[in-house]
């Protein structure tokens, strides 16, 4: 089970950025499995990790933080078994290390901003907003 995220970078504020995950492994492939809900988190220096977006991937179901509500939509490709979050009109406190991760067994929505609850987790993205 392999979850890469990209997409991180630089941007001003006001500006857009895309992230992927792209997730591999048998836990993502076989049917029995389907079934399962991709978070967004991120975790800005000094500050604890924090729910962005997550997206249920058999419904298509997401939810996310108020904080990002509008401005970021959190999307699958299920072809390519490959999570993204468009970020529009970005702001400074947006800038954090951004975590995809898979919730293999998920509960109701109201589960999916708990860290807790997921399996696995990539390796973070970097996103800098500069003011």
């Known amino acids: 089970v392999q979850l890469q995220a990209s997409g991180g970078g630089l941007v001003q504020a006001g500006g857009s950025l895309r992230l992927s995950c792209v997730t591999s492994?048998?836990?993502?492939?076989?049917?029995?499995?389907?079934?399962?809900?991709l978070g967004w988190f991120r975790q800005a220096p000094g500050k604890e990790r924090e729910f962005v977006a997550a997206i249920r991937r058999i419904t298509g179901g997401s939810s996310y933080a108020d904080s990002v509500k509008g401005r970021f939509a959190v999307s699958t490709d299920n072809a390519k078994n490959t999570v993204f979050l468009q970020m529009n009109s970005l702001k400074p406190e947006g800038t954090a290390v951004y975590y995809c991760?898979?919730?293999?067994?998920?509960?109701?929505?109201?589960?999916?901003?708990?860290?807790?609850?997921?399996?696995?987790w990539g390796q973070g993205t970097l996103v800098t907003v500069s003011s």
């Open positions: 991760a898979a919730d293999f067994t998920p509960g109701p929505l109201s589960t999916w901003q708990d860290s807790n609850a997921y399996d696995s």
């Open positions: 492994g048998r836990a993502f492939s076989g049917r029995a499995f389907s079934n399962f809900v």
